[in-house]
């Protein structure tokens, strides 16, 4: 379903849930994630509506007009596209994702959701029911999925690429537990992720009012919007095997997860296994 322009909202005791993308020159890839957002379920497995706001600028392709042929394929998703022309001062993407988050947060209501993702994603079915779940429940204002990739690209990397993909995610599962056993968080308890980006990442348009929205930075805009609301008295859930089960998707080349099996360790594998399959690499 396509939409010319979403209406505000009105106060509700459910949360209203606004999933806010950024695009420039996806007309590869943005079919496939509008498939992957149409077919997002509930718990229960039943067929959940994604309202879902698309911001092309600066496109030299046909990125808007194929997000719109696909929508309208797709029931359960509705969509409004917005197309603008900025000049080379307002082309970066920091601008871009803050114009369509902006735009999310007005649609969503004072009592919504706004969720960021990237238009080279694939969500998995359960992922947007799973992302804001720690929102709708109360836990945290702000959630992060992990970000993973796929199994195919991760074996089309070069050995080099893979070693240092393992060596940094091992260290910052290793350093995550320890910075949790010495300084735990009630609202965001260990196992947890460490990844926060504009990929998959979920806040109450409270929260995203009070820290400014997203902060116009030359590079990690979205890490800096995460950081904003880390401080102050918000705070930040990237759960993993607690609580709601964890957040979920896919992400171009990237899947988006936190299985039960990271209660383990880093890549889903038993405490040491990363030093052991380092070691086995050239």
Known sequence: MVAALFEPAALTAVPRTIVAIPARDEAAVIAATLRALGRQRTLSGEPQPVELLLLVNNTTDATATLARTEAARLPHLRLAVREKHWSAQRSGVAYARRAVMDWAAEVAGAGGIVVSADADTRPAPDWLHELTAPL????????????????????????????????????????????????????????????????????????????????????????????????????????????????????????????????????????????????SWP
């Open 136 to 279: 709708r429940a109360g836990i945290a204002p702000a959630s992060g999925g992990r970000i993973l990739l796929e199994p195919g690209e991760l074996a089309g990397l070069p050995s080099a690429v893979r070693r240092t993909h393992l060596l940094d995610s091992g260290y910052r599962w290793w350093s995550g537990q320890l910075s949790a056993t010495l300084n735990p968080q009630p609202h965001d308890p260990w196992p947890h992720h460490w990844q926060h980006f504009g990929a998959s990442l979920a806040l109450t348009v409270p929260a995203y009012r009070a820290v400014g929205g997203v902060p116009l930075v030359d590079h990690l805009e979205d890490v800096a919007l995460v950081q904003a609301s880390s401080s102050g008295t918000y705070r930040y859930a990237t759960p993993c095997g607690h609580g709601p089960t964890p957040p979920r998707g896919a992400a171009g080349g990237y899947r988006w997860a936190c299985p039960p099996s990271w209660r383990n360790g880093p890549l889903g594998q038993k405490p040491g296994m990363s030093q052991a399959l380092l070691k």
